[in-house]
């Protein structure tokens, strides 16, 4: 994310809100639409994005803290989800993307903030480094509208100053666990998120978070935050939960433990890994540790694009693809040959060639051990509904129609 040099936007159209009168806390829940937008930006090697952002959550974590001081300079960015998301009264519109591995929202990016009457600076400095982009500036309480009948009132907000890799959108929706804001906001210990504030405010009936991921090739693309509870419209199968692991530094994230089987050969034992839909600032869907992607390359083999930074395969290897099995909690998720690769059709928006066939598996760049061995990330998330569960301490899985389509 990441000084532009060519840009290549493609923003589908999101799904029409359901669900969104609010509720009684018994029964309530409401569902926030969200786009898909995938940008070509500056030529570079593409998965590194994703490598500096999960070094920053390790590094953050060795310093005893959750969110770190460091900033890694990142030049490309393929793949953002972006909510609508209104601030103040009356309230300026801004374009966040959603992510699960942070948690504070904020604004000032791209559109500058509007104070309006139930603005209040709280004098309190805030400042967030995500490997692929930082922001810094201060701390404010506002009215954040995120739907119709969706509305919190006093949200800390951060209203940037400065941001560095945040061009064309205006900020971040965090979603991720509470935990994510220690450190980031002056004389403050932790600051609610948006999911806590709807809970805590009577608007929603659980500390609960669901997200419906479409594939990006599909024409329809679109999405959907459900606050307070899950949308099982959406869903082909039984939602399964498996706890938060306690491994650190996954466990300050959506952390999980996992094994990965790429046909009948285990390459990745059970571990602790996080969900992030975070990696949607960059481009990769799965990221294992060296060895695990190792193993992956050789089983495939595919070959490294330079220009990407993505394993490139032929047809014929493509033909001969295995299905990636992930076993979470004794349950097993399947990512078909097809899940694995790039959006052909989206190949040019990577500065790829439109011809070829890239895999979506990366490597994270460091030894098993670190105690965050592998991430989840939008490949992932757009095959299976996910819900993380704040009030239970648990992640949850559900097949959809997308989970066996061939949509790449």
Do not use: C, H
């Not at 669900?19 to 829940?29: C, F, H, I, M, V």
């Not at 806590?196 to 991921?213: C, E, K, P």
């Amino acid at each position: 994310m990441f000084p532009t040099k060519a840009l290549l936007s493609l923003l589908l159209v999101a799904l029409a809100t359901v669900d969104a009168t609010p509720l009684k806390r018994d029964t309530g829940k409401a569902t926030l639409s969200f786009a898909a937008k995938v940008n070509a930006r500056a030529a570079s090697n593409i998965a590194a994005a994703d490598r500096a952002r999960a070094q920053q959550m390790r590094q953050a974590a060795s310093k005893g803290k959750r969110a770190g001081a460091t900033s890694f300079s990142i030049t490309n960015g393929a793949m953002d989800y972006t909510a609508q998301v209104g601030v103040g009264s009356p309230a300026t519109e801004y374009t966040l993307l959603i992510d699960t591995g942070s948690s504070n929202t904020w604004v000032g990016a791209d559109q500058a903030y509007n104070p309006t009457s139930t603005s209040e600076d709280t004098g309190n400095t805030v400042s967030v480094s995500y490997g692929s982009g930082s922001f810094s500036g201060e701390e404010y309480t506002d009215t954040v509208t995120l739907t119709s009948g969706l509305t919190i009132t006093q949200q800390s907000i951060g209203v940037a100053t400065t941001s560095e890799g945040f061009e064309g959108v205006d900020g971040i929706l965090g979603v991720g666990p509470t935990d994510l804001t220690e450190g980031t906001v002056s004389n403050t210990d932790e600051v609610p998120t948006v999911t806590d504030n709807l809970y805590s405010q009577g608007t929603i009936g659980a500390d609960v978070l669901g997200i419906y991921f479409v594939p990006a090739s599909e024409s329809n693309s679109n999405g959907e935050l459900t606050f307070g509870g899950t949308d099982t419209s959406v869903t082909t199968g039984d939602i399964t939960y498996t706890p938060l692991t306690t491994t650190e530094p996954a466990s300050y994230y959506w952390g999980i433990n996992q094994s990965i089987a790429y046909g009948g050969t285990t390459i990745l034992d059970e571990t602790a890994g996080i969900v992030d839909t975070g990696m949607t600032l960059s481009t990769s869907g799965l990221m294992l540790f060296t060895d695990a992607f190792s193993q992956y390359e050789s089983a495939t083999g595919g070959t490294m694009d330079e220009t990407t930074g993505l394993l490139t395969i032929t047809s014929e290897q493509y033909d001969n693809l295995q299905t990636l099995t992930f076993n979470v909690g004794g349950t097993s998720y399947d990512l078909t040959p097809n899940a694995q690769i790039w959006p052909r059709s989206l190949n040019t928006a990577l500065g790829g060639n439109a011809d070829s066939i890239y895999l979506i598996v990366s490597d994270i760049g460091t030894a098993s051990g670190s105690g965050l061995d592998f991430i989840n990330g939008y490949t992932f998330l757009e095959r299976y509904y996910s819900v993380f569960d704040t009030g239970n301490s648990q992640v949850g899985f559900a097949t959809t129609s997308y989970t066996d389509a061939t949509t790449n």
